[in-house]
């Protein structure tokens, strides 16, 4: 089945440090990947997606490139603030077969970023 | 434009009731999904609702049902609650099954 590796928080950095957050997934073919970001008592929003191999999708300074051959999707931006505290989830839905776009999610990755 | 809402926004019921959660989509959206948030883990899929039909499930017993309405508008029913239940219910919407999910901001589920 179809699943998702974040490497484990949580991870403190100070502000303006760069920022890498690890994930690697398994899928058949090929999935579409997301990462979504989780604020202290909200639900997630969405942060950026990448579609197909090499596709880099970028969000407010954060990019994540999509990397078949090493099957990863991991997140990165060069200098983080107070406010990019949240827990960073990484996902993937799978090729269409017959509809559906169910979400597999990581264990999510917890940021504080300090002053 | 107002984005996906859900009702209520915290609920405490005690092992052996049902519960029914609601949800709105961001309009002009079709497609509801359902995931659950245990505490500390990722959102996990319940069920996913098109034209008033149960598309896709997850790994969830039958305790869990849910119902998709006209207006695309969504339900999740959870029968003889169990402690384990205790979670954050997250609600999500698209606009057909190759669109990126939109989130609400879930119901807090607390099993006393």
């Known amino acids: 089945g179809n699943s998702v590796t974040q490497m484990e928080g949580p991870v403190t950095l100070s502000e303006e440090a760069f920022l890498t957050i690890n994930c690697t997934y398994t899928?058949?073919?090929?999935?579409?990947l997301f990462w979504y970001v989780q604020y202290p008592g909200e639900g997630l929003q969405l942060l950026l997606k990448?579609?197909?191999?090499?596709d880099k999708g970028s969000n407010k300074g954060f990019e994540a490139t999509y990397r078949k051959e090493t099957t990863s999707f991991h997140l990165e931006k060069g200098s983080v603030q107070v406010s990019d505290s949240a827990v960073y989830f990484c996902?993937?839905?799978?090729?269409?077969?017959?509809?559906?776009?169910?979400?597999?999610f990581g264990t999510g990755t917890q940021l504080k970023v300090e002053l | 434009d107002a984005g996906v809402t859900q009702s209520p926004t915290h609920l405490i019921k005690t092992r052996g009731q049902q519960v029914t959660l609601r949800c709105s989509p961001k309009?002009?959206?079709?497609?509801v999904s359902w995931y659950q948030q245990a505490l500390g883990q990722g959102p996990q899929f319940i069920f996913q609702?098109?034209?008033?039909?149960?598309?896709q499930r997850g790994n969830f017993p039958d305790r869990f049902s849910g119902h998709q309405f006209p207006n695309y508008s969504s339900e999740l029913n959870v029968n003889a609650l169990l402690l384990g239940d205790s979670a954050l219910y997250l609600c999500?919407?698209?606009?057909?099954?190759?669109?990126?999910?939109?989130f609400g901001d879930g119901t807090r589920l607390s099993i006393l």
């Open positions: 999500a919407s698209s606009l057909a099954s190759d669109q990126p999910q939109h």
């Open positions: 899928a058949t073919g090929y999935p579409s």
């Open positions: 990448a579609t197909k191999a090499d």
């Open positions: 996902a993937l839905t799978p090729i269409l077969t017959g509809g559906g776009n169910k979400l597999t």
């Open positions: 309009s002009g959206h079709d497609t």
């Open positions: 609702y098109y034209e008033e039909e149960e598309r």
